[in-house]
């Protein structure tokens, strides 16, 4: 069982009818509670991400060069191999995919059906440029896309446990890579070098916040129903008791329904994997760009660590990012000018190059939740007249 928050039985005496009637009256006046919770990408937006784009574009091909003393980037950078860029480019297209398709595998029979392919590339590539607009570590992603999400008639409880199992499954193969290559490494297992600070480090770490993970499913997932006993004894301190309980019941659903995908492979589950190979893939591209790729495990351990650069406070993780990539990889004994200019494409392909679509599909998910809204009304009008006639 998964835990995730099911269908509720009628009352006594309640026809199936009156339940869906009562349904759909909660869920407008959830969707009016936050009704304005939605991101907006305004004219200030625009204008604040073009200024932050043309300062992150100089300070990072133009001045990191200069810092690192590589004055010869450019020249690298044209001197490229054109058809291994266009590689690069292709595998850029396989990540997105991979992460659609985990959206739909994930959300599709979820609530009422609503987030179909369509649905599922407005509302991932949306928050991606949100995530990059809005705020760091993916925060502006994640408002977007609950905010999408309760749009498309899905209950606020449903929408926690679905997007904590939508990270989880993301992550796994995140985890699972740092303990793989790290220790595989460092063992001899794979060719290549193994400072013990990039390889055995980052596997404990991973080793230790997936035993964290894991163990949120001894957590009942109604632990906020069991304490609203103490709740209703206890005031204000009750109160916030119960919805603090909130976090670790949902936690606790969406690890299990991961675990779930986990047992029985299906289309969320290699989504996940085929976004991370295809970023390691466009990595891997863009090195063979510029001349010969790193062994896969050190190429694949660096990729993982520098990612960490996306918990920096700076949108997209912009800076620390390529930073902790390209040191990660001359820790590895990669060539430092090699792995800049390899670095920089990568990040071009899977940062700079959505970015005008993620946009454009905000405009297309704000219409398509305009459509869902009128579905509703229509719904609701049609029920309304059917209980008065």
């Known amino acids: 069982m998964s835990g995730i928050t099911g269908p509720r039985t009628p009352r006594a005496g309640?026809?199936?009818?009156?339940?869906?009637?009562?349904?759909?009256?909660?869920?407008?006046?959830?969707?009016?509670?936050?009704?304005?919770?939605?991101?907006?990408?305004?004219?200030?937006?625009?204008?604040?991400?073009?200024?932050?784009l043309l300062l992150s574009i100089a300070a990072l091909y133009f001045l990191l060069p200069q810092i690192a003393g590589l004055n010869d980037t450019w020249k690298r950078i044209e001197d490229g191999s054109p058809y291994w860029m266009i590689v690069a480019v292709l595998f850029g297209v396989g990540m997105f995919f991979g992460y659609v398709a985990m959206f739909r595998g994930i959300f599709l029979h979820a609530g009422t059906g609503r987030i179909d392919w369509r649905a599922s590339y407005q509302i991932t590539m949306a928050g991606l440029a949100a995530s990059r607009i809005f705020a760091a570590g993916g925060a502006g992603g994640l408002v977007l896309t609950a905010w999408a999400l309760r749009r498309s008639g899905m209950r606020k409880r449903l929408v926690a446990d679905k997007t904590l199992t939508f990270l989880i499954l993301t992550y796994i193969p995140y985890m699972g890579a740092l303990i793989v290559c790290g220790l595989g490494l460092r063992l001899g297992i794979f060719p290549g070098e193994a400072p013990f600070a990039l390889?055995?480090?980052?596997?404990?770490?991973?080793?230790?916040?997936?035993?964290?993970?894991?163990?949120?499913?001894?957590?009942?997932?109604?632990?906020?129903?069991?304490?609203?006993?103490?709740?209703?004894?206890?005031?204000q301190l009750g109160r916030w008791t119960q919805r603090l309980a909130n976090l670790p019941a949902s936690a606790s659903a969406g690890m299990r329904d991961a675990l779930q995908h986990l047992r029985h492979p299906?289309?969320?589950?290699a989504g996940a994997i085929l976004f991370w190979a295809c970023q390691v893939g466009v990595l891997w591209a863009s090195f063979h760009a510029f001349g010969d790729a790193p062994p896969l495990a050190v190429l694949t351990q660096a990729f993982f660590v520098?990612?960490?650069?996306?918990?920096?406070?700076?949108?997209?993780?912009?800076?620390?990012?390529?930073?902790?990539?390209?040191?990660?990889?001359?820790?590895?004994?990669?060539?430092?000018?090699?792995?800049?200019?390899?670095?920089?494409?990568?990040?071009?392909?899977?940062?700079?190059?959505?970015l005008i679509p993620g946009v454009i599909a905000y405009f297309q998910l704000r219409r398509t939740v305009e459509h869902w809204r009128a579905q509703d009304a229509a719904a609701a009008t049609a029920s309304y007249t059917h209980y008065t006639k």
């Open 306 to 354: 520098g990612m960490f650069g996306n918990l920096l406070p700076m949108p997209g993780g912009v800076g620390g990012v390529e930073g902790g990539m390209i040191a990660a990889l001359a820790a590895f004994g990669v060539d430092a000018g090699q792995a800049v200019v390899a670095v920089l494409l990568f990040r071009a392909v899977t940062f700079w190059l959505p």
């Open 14 to 52: 309640e026809s199936e009818e009156i339940l869906r009637e009562r349904e759909r009256e909660e869920l407008a006046i959830e969707a009016a509670e936050d009704e304005d919770h939605g991101l907006e990408i305004n004219r200030r937006s625009v204008l604040t991400l073009g200024l932050f």
């Open 266 to 269: 299906d289309p969320a589950l």
């Open 199 to 235: 390889t055995v480090v980052p596997a404990i770490i991973a080793v230790i916040l997936t035993g964290i993970g894991v163990s949120t499913v001894l957590v009942p997932t109604d632990l906020q129903r069991r304490v609203e006993g103490f709740a209703r004894g206890h005031g």
